[in-house]
C-alpha cells in the first residue's frame, strides 16, 4: 500500500483516468462494429467521421497507438468506399 499522500491521490486518480479510457474505448469499438454493419452508403460516411475523429482523440491521449488507429481508420475508409 502507498505511504506517502501523493502516492495515494496518484492511485486514484489513475483509477479515475483508466476508468474513462476503458469507457471511451469500449464506445469506440461499438461505433466501429456499428459502421461495419451498416450497408447505407451516407449512413456510413457520417459513422466514418464520427468513428475517425474518436480514433484519433484516442490516440493522441495514448490509449491506443497511433498506428492503430490508423489502421483502423484506412480500412473502415476501404469498405465505406466500397459501398
Aim: avoid cysteine; proline fraction near 0%.
Amino acid at each position: 500500500m502507498a505511504n506517502h499522500k501523493s502516492a495515494i491521490k496518484r492511485i486514484r486518480s489513475n483509477n479515475a483516468k483508466r476508468l474513462r479510457n476503458r469507457y471511451q474505448a469500449k464506445t469506440t469499438r461499438t461505433f466501429i462494429k456499428r459502421l461495419r454493419n451498416t450497408t447505407d452508403k451516407s449512413e456510413a460516411q457520417d459513422l466514418f467521421t464520427k468513428v475517425s475523429r474518436m480514433l484519433d482523440k484516442l490516440a493522441k491521449k495514448n490509449v491506443i497507438h497511433q498506428n492503430k488507429a490508423n489502421n483502423n481508420k484506412s480500412k473502415l475508409a476501404k469498405y465505406v468506399n466500397s459501398l
